[in-house]
């Protein structure tokens, strides 16, 4: 059974940090496409960071470039989004997600493209 479970998400000031993990079936880990999007009240989700399944290539949204930073282990089987310098704009319920490049591409975006998604993790900047 395929799993993707979220956590690290919580209330943050503006100017903090947060790291956000989410373990993965080895199988998802170690063949697919792993993604970050986020979904803010009344938005449509949004691509925030992927990378691919050697853990090379990693791509940003430009709202979050410079700040987030997207990393696997492979050991742990989790992938992780290292948050900082995190802005009020940044509040949002976040997923993991993982896609098959094989039967869906290798690109990184749009959400739908995805196969597997996690629960969800709740991030709250605050002013």
């Known amino acids: 059974q395929v799993r993707m479970v979220e956590s690290g998400g919580g209330p943050v000031q503006a100017g903090g940090s947060l790291r956000l993990s989410c373990a993965a079936s080895?199988?998802?880990?170690?063949?697919?496409?792993l993604g970050w999007f986020r979904q803010a009240p009344g938005k449509a989700r949004e691509f925030v960071a992927a990378?691919?399944?050697?853990?090379?290539?990693?791509a940003y949204a430009d709202s979050v470039k410079g700040r987030f930073t997207i990393s696997k282990d492979n050991a742990e089987n989790t992938v992780y989004l290292q948050m900082n310098s995190l802005k009020p704009e940044d509040t949002a319920v976040y997923y993991c997600?993982?896609?098959?490049?094989?039967?869906?591409?290798?690109?990184?975006?749009?959400?739908?493209?995805?196969?597997?998604w996690g629960q969800g993790t709740q991030v709250t900047v605050s002013s």
């Open positions: 997600a993982a896609k098959d490049p094989m039967s869906s591409g290798t690109s990184y975006d749009p959400p739908q493209s995805y196969h597997y």
């Open positions: 080895r199988i998802i880990f170690s063949t697919y496409i």
């Open positions: 990378i691919n399944w050697s853990g090379g290539n990693p």
